[in-house]
């Protein structure tokens, strides 16, 4: 597997990192908790048929500057302006996890800005009754447990490489984790509920079935609050990051719907 094209956009003066790959009509791709730190067989198989692009939102793998972002406001604009400068701004916009919630508020704020949405357990809501796991309270060592059910393609992803420094790399994941943590502070409600039914453009929610993270309930709170067509799907023996526990299925699900 080929890597991607890199390059970078300035984003308050900060470099944000923009992968890209593929040919056809661009797909944007916001990743979920520990952004994307690799390349990924997911994206991979995405790119066989559109130009994946995956910009890395500040503080995740490739980009730094999350330290200066203290409101949510702060967060879209940004997002705003690293979608545009990635060229995504009209296409179609694939969001995983703290991408999603990202994701979904950018097609709510800006109603031309997306044409088709993704959304894979997405955050941004929260339901006291069925909180779910809080991945911010779980012991760095049980992370990946927690966020996925497979767990040779979780480290495939994650794990140090061999031409890496372990604690360079580590710093690098926790960045990513505190960044993931200021985007959704406190208990992964970014208020979308009261703007979700701005969301008109037709979307997709895909749910990992052993998601512990998000449980399958918030799905049905995504479609009854989304003012557009929904789709909901369900993929098995996957956990929250479905994209990295299934990336055939996930892919392949997303491939149909954009068909």
């Known amino acids: 597997m080929s890597g991607p094209e890199e390059r970078s956009v300035e984003i308050n003066g900060f470099a944000c990192r923009v992968w890209e790959k593929g040919i056809g009509e661009p797909l944007g791709v916001l990743p979920g908790i520990g952004g994307a730190p690799r390349w990924t067989p997911f994206m991979e198989a995405l790119s066989g048929t559109r130009r994946v692009v995956v910009p890395s939102l500040p503080g995740f793998p490739g980009a730094l500057g ?42 709510a704020i800006w ?91 037709p979307t997709l929610l895909l749910w990992g079935d052993r998601d512990r993270v998000i449980p399958r309930s918030y799905a049905d709170k995504f479609v009854a609050g989304i003012g557009g067509e929904t789709r909901i799907r369900t993929i098995s023996d996957a956990g929250h990051l479905a994209d990295i526990d299934q990336p055939a299925a996930a892919s392949a699900a997303i491939r149909e719907f954009l068909d």
């Open 66 to 107: 999350h330290d200066i972002l203290d409101s949510h406001l702060d967060w879209m604009i940004v997002a705003h302006e690293l979608l545009v400068g990635a060229g995504l701004d009209g296409a179609d916009l694939v969001g995983i996890s703290v991408g999603g919630a990202v994701a979904a508020d950018a097609a």
């Open 111 to 201: 109603p031309a800005f997306v044409r088709r949405l993704v959304l894979i357990s997405p955050y941004g809501l929260f339901d006291e009754d069925d909180p779910g796991v809080d991945p911010f309270a779980v012991r760095p060592p049980d992370i990946g447990q927690c966020l996925s059910a497979n767990a040779d393609a979780y480290g495939a992803v994650f794990g140090v490489p061999e031409n890496r420094d372990r604690v360079e790399w580590l710093v690098t994941l926790s960045r990513a984790q505190e960044a993931a943590a200021r985007i959704l502070w406190p208990l992964g409600d970014t208020r979308l509920a009261r703007r979700l039914h701005r969301v008109r453009v």
